[in-house]
Nanobody, 114 residues
Framework: QVQLVESGGGLVQAGGSLRLSCTTT????????MAWYRQVPGKQRELVAV???????NYADSVKGRFTISRDNAKNTVYLQMNMLKPEDTAVYYC????????WGQGTQVTVSS
C-alpha cells in the first residue's frame, strides 16, 4: 500500500509563496501519475496540477503561471511551488497518486489572507 505524507501548508499573505511537498513510500517510478488537488468546504475537490511518470504536466487554468509542479525521483517526492498566492487559493490541498489503486494524502491547509 502506498502512503503519501504531505507538508508545507500554512498561512501566508496574498502575493506570497508556499511550497508543498508530498513524499511517497512507494518507488515513484512505479506510480503512473501524481497530482495535487484542493478542496474548500461545501465544494468538490478540484485538480490543481498533475505530473505523469513520463513527465507530462497539466495545470488548472486558475493556477497557470503561478504554480509549478515538480518531482525529485531520488527522494520519491513531488512538490507544488505556489507563487503569487491569492485568497481564493485558500483550501485544503491533497496529494494524489495513481498506481494500481488511487491513494490520497491526509491534506494540508493553505490559508491566504488578503
Amino acid at each position: 500500500q502506498v502512503q503519501l505524507v504531505e507538508s508545507g501548508g500554512g498561512l501566508v499573505q496574498a502575493g506570497g509563496s508556499l511550497r508543498l511537498s508530498c513524499t511517497t513510500t512507494a518507488n515513484i517510478f512505479s506510480i503512473n501519475a501524481m497530482a495535487w488537488y484542493r478542496q474548500v468546504p461545501g465544494k468538490q475537490r478540484e485538480l490543481v496540477a498533475v505530473i505523469t511518470s513520463g513527465g507530462s504536466i497539466n495545470y488548472a487554468d486558475s493556477v497557470k503561471g503561478r504554480f509549478t509542479i515538480s518531482r525529485d525521483n531520488a527522494k520519491n517526492t513531488v512538490y507544488l511551488q505556489m507563487n503569487m498566492l491569492k485568497p481564493e487559493d485558500t483550501a485544503v490541498y491533497y496529494c494524489y497518486a495513481d498506481q494500481i489503486y488511487s491513494y490520497w494524502g491526509q491534506g494540508t491547509q493553505v490559508t491566504v489572507s488578503s
